[in-house]
């Protein structure tokens, strides 16, 4: 293995949002042996403030809208796939009419048409904006919307773009992306700028978002937490993200031969 992937919330981190040092370490010790280290999350400018800087040589945000290369000074951009504003616009509409609580994610600002929700995830908006969508011109890494009902998700999905797609979250958030907006699409970017072949990867996550990512790899490891799709779409399960479970699975499978 030349290369690990893992996905954030329920994977790297734990149920409080920190890196373990126990995991901090064991992903010191793979970079120490020549191993990159990059992450995949659904979330946006808010993972820089979870993950230590640092730690990582790669990064997949906004659940594959962009994927960087994390040099010693800057970031550097190694795939990106927004959805244009002329195709967001309508769709936006629509579901504003509804009564939805829409949101575009870009660049870091969330322009939405709701106060932002509190809880977990929701504190770590910092930078927001309400919007008048059939005015907003800037094109989105991300769409989302949440506090649906099944019949609301009907609506977007009946409503949604040809070329977008939408997956929802364990924590409801419905995540709308550019069609080629996806983790394994951005993990293989960023495996191709260090002549990474697929099979030189070992994936880790929890969530459905993370499917193309795991089977993609080639070794895909769910969580002891994810879900029983995610567990039977994966080549290994390993423990739990509170318990180190991707540490432990690094540790037991690949440091050992390393060293």
Same mark, same amino acid.
């Given at each position: !293995? ?83 504003? !002329? ?135 769910? !969580? ?36």
């Amino acid at each position: !293995m030349k290369m690990v992937v893992f996905d954030l919330d329920g994977t790297l981190l734990r149920t409080d949002k920190t890196v373990s040092p126990r995991t901090i370490d064991t992903l010191r010790r793979c970079r120490a042996a020549g191993i990159r280290i990059a992450y995949a999350t659904g979330r946006g400018s808010s993972a820089d403030i979870l993950v230590p800087h640092g730690l990582c040589d790669g990064k997949v945000t906004l659940n594959g809208a962009t994927a960087r290369v994390c040099d010693a000074s800057d970031d550097t951009v190694v795939y990106s796939r927004r959805i244009p504003y !002329m195709t967001a616009r309508p769709f936006l509409l629509a579901c504003h009419t509804r009564r939805l609580k829409m949101t575009s994610e870009a660049d870091g600002t969330h322009y939405t048409n709701n106060t932002p929700p509190t809880g977990a995830w929701g504190n770590a908006i910092a930078h927001w904006q309400l919007t008048d969508f059939s005015t907003h011109n800037l094109d989105a890494e991300k769409l989302y919307s949440y506090d649906l009902t099944t019949e609301d998700v009907d609506f977007i999905v009946q409503a949604l773009p040809t070329d977008l797609y939408c997956v929802m979250a364990t924590d409801g958030v419905l995540m709308i992306m550019h069609c080629e907006a996806t983790k394994s699409n951005a993990m293989a970017a960023l495996a191709a700028t260090w002549g990474i072949a697929p099979h030189e990867i070992v994936a880790f996550g929890d969530d459905l978002n993370d499917l193309d990512m795991l089977q993609y790899a080639g070794t895909g490891v769910a !969580m002891g937490n994810a879900s029983d799709t995610v567990k039977a779409a994966a080549n290994a399960v390993c423990d739990t993200n509170d318990n180190d479970g991707a540490a432990q699975w690094l540790e037991d499978n690949l440091l050992c031969r390393t060293t």
